[in-house]
């Protein structure tokens, strides 16, 4: 009975020292609960957290992108209406274009019209104006030539003989030359055609010339230059000679001038300067 009992203590102290383990055991599963229980908690605080980021960040980013969009649409409206503004105003500038060339093409047609008829109107007057001035030349001819052939030259022909030197076998044209290099040679050749000598005087206006010339090289001077100096040979000249009968005075010899020869000579004249201003018209014109 006595050693039972032993061996009941003894159980029970197994079963105590179990149940102290066990305990002990429950402490620490119940400590590791809590841990994962805090652990749970922190991982459901971060996920419920990083949802909410999630969603901001979904909200955000779809805001981002709607503004993005409106942004874009804008802009693309924006440039729709410069573009249609610029091929509007392209389209007003081509236009002007178009209507000022047909509006120049058709001046210049007007233009080119109006001149074309001016020059036939020229033309028509010119020819008319030619064929008048034919006319009046082919009866003004035909009167000296009818006037001519009435008349007498053989006193005019003495009278013109008188001024040749007798002796006179007349100049070759070789003996003359090409140029003059000054106004008294070009004189001294007038006077071997005359058949003339040269005076002091004139052999001293040439001495003269030879000086200038010399001294000025080839300059002319406004009152002694080579042009004033043929114009005073030439007065001299004409001082020496006898005038010429021409052929007006000749055919004056043969008949007077009536009133009728008078109107056409000045009808004539008339008709040059007319012709002589439409030629100008027409030189102008063109």
Do not use: W
């Amino acid at each position: 009975m006595f050693g039972k009992k032993k061996e009941l203590e003894a159980a029970i102290e197994e079963l105590k020292a179990k149940l102290s383990e066990q305990e002990a055991l429950n402490a620490r599963l119940e400590q590791a609960i809590e841990e994962y229980k805090r652990k749970e908690s922190a991982i459901a605080n971060a996920l419920t957290r990083a949802q909410s980021d999630a969603g901001k960040v979904i909200d955000e980013a779809n805001a981002e992108g709607a503004r993005i969009i409106n942004k874009a649409n804008e802009d693309k409206a924006a440039a729709h209406a410069e573009a249609e503004s610029i091929i509007a105003a392209a389209q007003e500038e081509a236009d002007k274009i178009k209507q000022q060339a047909e509006e120049y093409s058709r001046q210049s047609a007007l233009k080119a019209e109006a001149f074309m008829q001016n020059y036939r109107e020229s033309a028509s007057k010119l020819n008319k104006a030619l064929q008048r001035a034919a006319e009046t030349a082919a009866a003004q001819a035909e009167h000296f030539r009818a006037c001519i052939k009435d008349s007498n030259l053989d006193n005019e022909i003495e009278m013109a003989g008188e001024y040749i030197p007798e002796g006179d076998a007349g100049i070759n044209a070789d003996e003359l030359p090409e140029s003059y290099e000054n106004p008294a040679e070009l004189m001294r050749s007038i006077y071997k055609i005359e058949n003339r000598q040269t005076t002091p005087t004139e052999e001293a206006k040439e001495a003269e010339v030879k000086a200038e010339e010399a001294k000025e090289e080839h300059i002319e001077h406004a009152d002694r230059g080579p042009t004033a100096m043929l114009k005073e040979e030439a007065a001299d000249i004409e001082a020496e000679e006898q005038p010429m009968m021409t052929v007006n005075e000749i055919v004056g010899m043969c008949s007077a001038e009536t009133s009728e020869e008078r109107e056409a000579r000045a009808a004539e004249d008339r008709i040059d300067d007319a012709l002589n201003a439409i030629i100008d018209d027409v030189l102008q014109d063109s």
